[in-house]
């Protein structure tokens, strides 16, 4: 995870140029998110560590730790009237890096093992290589509709948006990460992985439903919130709420893919960019007539077609071993 992040990074850094002008923003906006990522990596790896321990209550601890820390902060700059939207993410880059430091620092073995680093550094640089490749091709291919809904969207419908999205996929991206924490220890133990895929499978209608029923209560809230100057429409809801399920459920079955070593990180990249490339396809034909509307539906199309994607036979049997 570490070297898989830190390649991601870099590769960010060293053409923070080229990714500024992609997203229409300045090259400090960028950097400033880049900040917030390098802020959530070490968060990450403390989860993740107290996650591949099965320690559960360590794991809720540094959420609620980071969740005090980051509220305390916001009441702070609100009550001295100092609150913009840079000084909103670093104090949320702070209170990652503060926790996930923290949370690194107290699960780090005290007794290293040195036998067959070397070898062990080779295949862990293999693995990051991979997972990186793939996470910025699909994070390129995902950026190009937003970068179409900038070129065919005014302000405010690209602000409507960026609202659908924060209360509705990236709460699945949220859901996704709190399961995966009791769900990768498994799998990666299970023997039988075509039977853990079977279950998957049956129980993929229960996630999407329950994954969507919950987005969809969050993103009322979020726009009760936000009040009247973002109006929240039916359709839109429904659609959002059904796109988030769907990449629920296309993010657990690509984290089964991942958890079965190298060939599964190569089948779980390929998925990743079906998803990416469906995305940028439907959003190119559907963003220019639908609007917010056709920006949801191809997002919830490319990850139904990164699920279908999963079934594909001989990328399943990649995925398998």
């Not at 439903?209 to 993103?219: E, I, M, P, Q, R």
Request: with cysteine; glycine share 12%; net charge positive.
């Amino acid at each position: 995870l570490a070297i898989c992040g830190a390649l991601t990074l870099a590769f960010g850094l060293g053409f923070a140029d080229f990714w500024a002008r992609l997203h229409g923003v300045t090259k400090n906006e960028f950097l400033l998110g880049l900040l917030w990522c390098s802020a959530f990596l070490f968060f990450t790896t403390a989860t993740f560590l107290s996650a591949a321990r099965e320690q559960f209550r360590a794991r809720a601890l540094l959420e609620v730790l980071f969740a005090i820390l980051f509220l305390a902060q916001i009441l702070g700059l609100w009550f001295f009237k100092s609150l913009d939207a840079a000084l909103y993410i670093k104090a949320m880059a702070g209170a990652y890096l503060l926790v996930g430091i923290a949370g690194v620092f107290l699960q780090v073995p005290r007794q290293f093992v040195f036998d067959g680093f070397s070898s062990r550094a080779r295949a862990f640089l293999h693995f990051g290589v991979i997972a990186s490749g793939g996470s910025v091709a699909g994070a390129l291919l995902q950026s190009l509709g937003r970068l179409i809904a900038n070129r065919y969207l005014d302000i405010s419908q690209v602000g409507l948006l960026a609202a659908y999205q924060a209360g509705s996929l990236q709460m699945a991206l949220y859901f996704i990460g709190v399961a995966l924490h009791v769900f990768l220890p498994v799998a990666a133990r299970t023997p039988d992985r075509a039977a853990l895929f079977a279950k998957l499978t049956r129980v993929s209608v229960l996630v999407i439903v329950g994954a969507g029923s919950l987005c969809a209560a969050a993103l009322a809230a979020y726009f009760l919130v936000l009040g009247t100057r973002y109006p929240l429409g039916l359709t839109n809801l429904v659609v959002f709420a059904l796109a988030s399920g769907f990449a629920t459920q296309h993010g657990i079955l690509s984290w089964f893919f991942s958890s079965g070593g190298s060939r599964g990180i190569v089948a779980a990249v390929i998925v990743a960019l079906v998803a990416g490339v469906l995305n940028a396809l439907l959003g190119w034909l559907w963003i220019p007539t639908w609007g917010v509307l056709g920006a949801g539906a191809a997002a919830g199309a490319a990850y139904f077609g990164g699920i279908l994607a999963c079934y594909i036979p001989r990328l399943k049997r990649y995925g398998f071993s």
